[in-house]
């Protein structure tokens, strides 16, 4: 396989040269660097490239071109190459243009013209999208294929898990013809799927999520016995106080059980986030903050489940499901919330088979014409519903109170109130599910009267309470009656410090009632349940830690 390119498009002939000329002479040595005058060369050597399996690992694209404007080639350009780092090259008036582009086609940077010098303005730009580039899992990984039946719980599990790790992969039905000679050749039977097959030609058969994640280029082992400050949850708590301690020099470890993002990165559009105006989907957000925090030297841990916390010395213990132990000076609980199950005859044994808690965001485009229904009336099941709008035939959203009013966004309540095949239920609840091979049917009740009603469906996506994660925890730092963490404040009692508290001080507003260990995000009882303050929540966290170090 030949160098990934670097591609540069400009149809000015002398800024043309001048940019493929100094990245040329920075990077000529490892990539292969491409120019094009028009968008359409690009455009034509972006094919090129993809026949010959070939990779690109950045685009730099001017905005003022006169057949396509940079924004609308890097829009053509992500359909071939949606991996690549995006650049665009622009002068200062057309800033606005530019940040407009962050949303449109995820744009990684936008650079002024001119770069000079280019070691100050246009290397260090360069340079950090290469490493992201790099570092991502697609890189390494870029033909996963996962063979399964479509109403198998398993393989729904397998392609949730790469999905939400941003791991692409092919489908392939176990009785399709490419499906049946793959299997074949792994020597594998129909009814041992799924069946994950590795760029290297390995196969997985039933493979768990540590084993997955092993053999599809995600860091499974630390890298040391001892750290910093160890984050436990890589939601938007837990990727922002990743990001905030890594940038600050802590040697930082971000633990995650199942995948980045935690419910907000199965968010299809955020819409309320600030800097983003025109929205950005969870999974979006989720990388970025990914490849922030691994950029500035974090390191993330899939598929390691926390199951014990304790003191030890001056460090705190962290033990894992699978035996290990991992000590830190500090730890921050990140750990979010789940969705609670719905307590309704039938809908267990469904469960990955018509019947999904969150947005099960892989399974949108199979609801193509048919009727899907939503359990919830929050921010999580408003931003499903308009996602869902897009495919299905009708959404129908259930709720036990009378409106969407009394938990979800107003700009929510609006949007679904613009989409023609949305309907609102109140006062609806599920009394049961049934299906043989997958979810057929659904009996909905009136909370008021208890009249019930059968309507047909295979797809059911429920989002409704919070429940914390933190069963582990019981025992070892206060919570309050719901499992929520308690911290800073609310652990004084009448002014007196919790029971055990060995410090002469006070606890900080987000440490727990072992010193040394924060809360951040939706663990915490009292918390704010939102994207922004989930953040802010982490890097609070951050700052706080700096503090009890300093004191130690």
């Not at 002479?25 to 010959?52: F, N, Q, T």
Request: glycine content about 10%.
């Amino acid at each position: 396989m030949a160098n990934p390119a670097i591609l540069t498009v400009d149809d000015d002939p002398a800024v043309s040269r001048a940019v493929a000329r100094d990245v040329r002479r920075r990077y000529g040595d490892r990539y292969r660097v491409v120019r094009a005058d028009s968008a359409s060369a690009a455009l034509e050597a972006l094919r090129e490239i993809k026949l010959r399996g070939d990779q690109v690992a950045v685009i730099l694209a001017d905005y003022r071109m006169p057949e396509m404007n940079g924004i609308q080639f890097l829009e053509a350009a992500m359909d071939l190459f949606p991996l690549a780092r995006r650049v665009l090259l622009t002068a200062y008036a057309d800033t606005d243009a530019a940040i407009d582009a962050i949303n449109v086609v995820d744009l990684d940077h936008y650079l002024l013209k001119p770069w000079n010098p280019p070691e100050e303005k246009l290397y260090p730009v360069v340079d950090t999208l290469l490493d992201a580039w790099s570092s991502t899992p697609e890189v390494a990984a870029p033909d996963i294929r996962v063979v399964g039946h479509r109403w198998s719980a398993p393989s729904f599990v397998v392609r949730d898990f790469l999905a939400r790790n941003l791991v692409p992969y092919r489908w392939l039905q176990a009785d399709e013809p490419e499906g049946e000679r793959l299997l074949m050749a792994a020597g594998v039977s129909p009814s041992d799927v799924p069946v994950v097959v590795t760029a290297d030609g390995k196969s997985l058969v039933q493979p768990s999520e540590a084993e997955l994640a092993a053999n599809v280029g995600l860091t499974t082992t630390p890298a040391s016995d001892f750290y910093d400050l160890v984050v436990v949850g890589a939601g938007p708590a837990g990727l922002g106080a990743a990001v905030y301690g890594a940038s600050e020099g802590l040697r930082t470890l971000l633990v995650e059980q199942r995948a980045t993002g935690g419910q907000a990165g199965q968010s299809s559009r955020i819409e309320n986030y600030l800097g983003f105006p025109d929205g950005v989907s969870g999974a979006q957000l989720t990388d970025r903050a990914r490849r922030q925090a691994l950029r500035f030297g974090a390191e993330l841990l899939t598929t390691r489940e926390a199951v014990g916390l304790a003191p030890g010395g001056s460090s705190r213990l962290l033990h894992f499901g699978d035996g290990s132990t991992i000590a830190a000076h500090t730890v921050v609980l990140a750990t979010g919330v789940s969705y609670r199950l719905l307590d309704a005859p039938g809908l267990a044994e469904l469960c990955g088979r018509g019947v999904y808690y969150g947005s099960a965001a892989t399974e949108a485009p199979h609801c193509s014409g048919e009727e899907v229904y939503i359990v919830g009336g929050a921010n999580s099941a408003g931003q499903a519903a308009v996602y869902f709008s897009r495919y299905a035939q009708r959404v129908n959203i259930l709720i036990r109170g009378s409106d969407l009013t009394r938990s979800m966004s107003q700009y929510l309540i609006e949007q679904i109130a613009r989409l023609g095949n949305i309907v609102v239920h109140p006062h609806t609840e599920v009394a049961a599910g049934e299906g043989t091979e997958h979810l057929e049917t659904l009996t909905l009740r009136d909370t008021r009267s208890g009249e019930t009603r059968t309507v047909d469906t295979s797809w059911l996506f429920v989002f409704i309470g919070a429940e914390p994660r933190t069963g582990w925890l019981d025992q070892v730092v206060d919570r309050d009656e719901r499992g929520f963490v308690l911290t800073g404040p609310d652990l004084l009692n009448d002014g007196r410090r919790p029971s055990g508290w060995p410090l002469p001080r006070d606890p900080y507003h987000l440490e727990c009632s072992m010193p040394g260990v924060f809360a951040a995000g939706d663990v915490r009882a009292t918390s704010v349940k939102r994207v922004a303050s989930a953040v802010g929540e982490g890097a609070m966290a951050v700052s706080l830690v700096h503090r009890y170090l300093e004191a130690q």
